[in-house]
């Protein structure tokens, strides 16, 4: 059927788009924010004039947060597709999690079997745990730290992630709003980061099951059915 086809091609465009639109919007960020910083510490300027490029400052930072939670992993490739190991994207973005888990005084705990073969996008599933990883940590650091247990199996089939933290848990409600756009209940926080988690299991055909309680943490479960290359 023609129209859609037209339509599956027109949504790669928009997925490629959006890739190239994350490294293209970086930059200019990061330019712009060097010389508001700059310029704040001018000697000329009014208070009023420094308040201004505070809020500029904070705007801009804002904006790369949400970038941030959607495309860090994006790159401009149609392709990202690969039948390969979980435990390597796992494992690589547990690494990349460390000095933030660190920072914050969590310690990460990781155990994995190695037979986690499946398809998968792999930019798309390391945004999804880095994601995870980052709201675990988060959860800890207003308690003054704790632990991250990161726990890979398979079962039947099935491929199941664990994220454990010790951090500040969730109510009933709380976890009903998981995965709405621009729910947050971080004074910073985009409300898009478990937007992406969602739609990344979901085109894997996983499920995410959360157990949680007030002030003892939060687990979640996610479980991907392995596909054959
Ligand atoms: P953000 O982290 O920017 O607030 P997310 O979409 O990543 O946005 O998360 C939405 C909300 O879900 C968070 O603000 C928080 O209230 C809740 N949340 C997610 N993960 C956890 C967790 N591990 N522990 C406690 N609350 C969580
Ligand atoms: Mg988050």
Redesign the pocket.
């Known amino acids: 059927n023609r129209e859609q086809f037209v339509h599956s091609e027109r949504l790669n465009v928009v997925s490629e788009l959006s890739a190239s639109v994350s490294h293209e919007i970086r930059n200019p960020l990061t330019v712009t924010s060097g010389f508001l910083q700059l310029l704040k510490q001018s000697t000329t300027i009014t208070n009023e004039e420094k308040r201004y490029i505070e809020l500029s400052l904070q705007e801009l930072h804002r904006a790369e947060k949400i970038v941030s939670?959607y495309l860090s992993f994006a790159k401009p490739q149609s392709e990202n597709m690969v039948y390969s190991n979980l435990f390597t994207e796992t494992e690589y973005t547990k690494d990349l999690i460390i000095p933030f888990a660190t920072m914050h005084q969590v310690e990460v705990q990781f155990h994995f079997t190695n037979t986690l073969f499946t398809r998968y996008d792999r930019n798309q599933i390391q945004q999804c745990l880095i994601?995870l990883y980052k709201?675990?940590i988060?959860?800890m650091k207003e308690t003054g730290g704790g632990t991250l247990t990161i726990d890979i199996s398979e079962k039947k089939q099935k491929i199941l992630i664990k994220i454990q933290?010790t951090?500040?848990?969730?109510t009933r409600d709380?976890i009903s709003h998981?995965g709405q756009p621009y729910?947050?209940?971080?004074e910073k926080?985009?409300?898009?980061?478990?937007?992406m988690v969602y739609s990344t299991i979901n085109k894997l055909k996983g499920s995410i099951d959360i157990e949680?309680r007030k002030g003892k943490g939060?687990t979640f479960l996610i479980t991907i059915p392995v596909l054959e290359a």
Do not use: P
């Open positions: 939670d994601n709201n675990g988060e959860a933290d951090g500040i848990g969730m709380q998981l729910y947050s209940t971080k926080g985009t409300g898009l980061g478990m937007l949680s939060t």
